[in-house]
């Protein structure tokens, strides 16, 4: 390992025990676990989904119930390994009931959330549902007329998608799904950010 290398890791670590003790919210009395992220901690791509589910929760990990499989099958079958991406929520803590987290919440949030992007470092974002693209984009348009058209800002390329829940609810919306992951795929293999794949 470099020194930089060891360097990141233990302010990555540092970001990670500040996240377990934050109490900024009332989300942190009812979690189990705070949920920080999943992949690499430096990855060109960062998806952020809603928030923690119950076995979120209960694992401390994002994305691991239905709707992490089905993302899981997705960026398998469009060739990303774990280090490429990033795997995070809006809010770290689990709400209640798995509703969606407040406008309170999220502002409790995102001075971590703000930090974890500032060490991840990431080029391009995956937003994952309307919650995400509400909070992390401040916008009020829908997520159906949102989906699939890129932002740019601070040298940065954001496109949201739907949430997996929402096309297991739906699977009409499928292919809208399949079309955003190919085209997240496209934008890194065009920055030079990951590896093309072999055809
Ligand atoms: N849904 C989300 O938005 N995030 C998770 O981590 C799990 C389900």
Known sequence: MTKLQDQREKHWEAF?????????????????????????????????????????DRLGLPFVGRSGKL???????????????HIANIVKCRPPGNRVPT????????????????LVR????????????????????????ARGIWTESNNCHILP??????????PS????LWQDIAAVRQKLEELDLIEKLKA
């Open 71 to 85: 993302l899981d099958q997705l960026l398998t079958s469009f060739g990303f390994d774990a280090g490429d991406y």
């Open 122 to 145: 990431p080029t391009v974002y995956l937003l994952m549902g309307a919650t995400a693209h509400r909070y992390f984009m401040g916008s009020s348009t829908g997520i159906t007329q």
């Open 161 to 170: 998608t739907f949430h997996p829940a929402y096309v297991l609810r739906d």
């Open 173 to 176: 919306k499928r292919t809208f």
């Open 16 to 56: 990670v025990g500040r996240c377990q003790a934050c109490r900024a919210c009332e989300l942190s009395e009812s979690r189990q676990n705070v949920v920080v992220w999943r992949g690499g901690i430096r990855a060109p791509l960062v998806i952020l989904g809603e928030g923690p589910g119950a076995d979120e």
């Open 103 to 118: 406008e309170e919440e999220a502002r409790a949030c995102r001075p971590l959330l703000k930090e974890q992007l500032r």
